[in-house]
């Protein structure tokens, strides 16, 4: 099976990791993976980044000039996207920019003319309701009528898809897995001493940005409600806007000596920190300030460090915003977005009970380790392919 993936993601190395063992899952597996050629993120990371050509067995990374260096529905590729699709002659080509993204409709076009006969698959985050005009509506007409799955990062999302009329086959699950060599159970006690961390206190951790859709003033809140003999702190990991009105709002309270701030960690440091961890909340609150050119809002689309969190057996507290609940399960507790006394309830649970404690953190490892490493990922991905070319044979 020959699979093209295409996605500003990949231009980030790290990302790829599923991608590389999708390669490998059986003899017959090619993925080339187009990316493009110069990208600015935009953010922290305020630079332009231009990826190099990769080869690694049947895995290719292959940078492409392109259209647009910083919006992903404007994206699109140069020529030479046409003669890499004559020369590779993929049967699956899956594009990471949603169903309104001109990059999807720039693939299913060439599909056609270059008579591939490859199936377009597209994976989209969006999990709020919206409403398009033209020109946006009769671009997503045509990209969803000419779309034989969908991989959609979240059950809202998969739902939203089946309103505006998709009836083919959708399957739900992250874009990227966690590499489980890197995010694991190991103590810190070097890192807890050089942080201030007594080994009594129990450590409420939150990794992210500091914003308020993060939920971060209602989680000061609830810790506010905590029993004032408890032994807490909270270890936040990130940085944002938000940093002064969280420090003034825990002074106001007379916890801001309970308070460690940590910025700027590389991403295969962050397991150490989340290893000094008693539990990980993820308290996001779904907000309809943010405008976009088609969409208002904004609600958590899935809650990436949750997994991470939960393969090193740390046990997650999250709200029922967007996908949290779905990625939590049973194997965490959920509170209603925005209450801090309900938080505040969680994590008094979690303190007082280390033996529930310690069974959400395996419960939450062994379901992470089942279905949210790459590997994991990359089965479910291989699947749901094969799942399609078996439908079109029935």
Known sequence: MKILVASHTYIVDLNCEKLRVLSQLEPNIEVTVVVPKKWQPGGVQNKIIEPQYQEEGKFRIIPVSNFSQNHQGLLTFGTELISLLQQFRP????????????????????????????????????????????????????????????????????????????????????????????????????????????????????????VKEKGLLTLIDALTLLPKDKPWKLLLLGRGELRTELMNKAAENKIQDRIIIVESVPHDQVCRYINLMNTLVLPSETTYKFKTLTAIGWKEQFGHVLIEAMACQVPVIGSDSGEIPHVIGDAGLVFPEGNAQALANCILQLIEKPNFAQNLGEMGYQKTIAQYTNKALAKQQLEFYQKLFISQKQ
């Open 91 to 210: 049967q699956i080509i899956q594009v990471e920019q949603a169903s309104r993204s001109l990059a999807y409709a720039q693939m299913i076009t060439l599909n056609k003319l270059l008579n591939l006969q490859a199936k377009n698959l597209f994976f989209t985050w969006w999990n709020l309701p919206y409403a398009l005009k033209f020109p946006a509506a009769l671009l997503e007409k045509y990209n969803l009528q000419n779309t034989h799955g969908i991989i959609s990062g979240n059950q809202d999302g998969a739902e939203i898809l089946r309103q505006r009329g998709y009836q083919g086959p959708i399957k739900v699950m992250p874009q990227l897995g966690i590499d489980e060599r890197v995010f694991y159970p190991q103590p810190q006690p070097e890192l807890a001493k050089q942080l201030g961390i007594q080994p009594e206190e129990f450590i409420v951790g939150f990794v992210g940005r500091f």
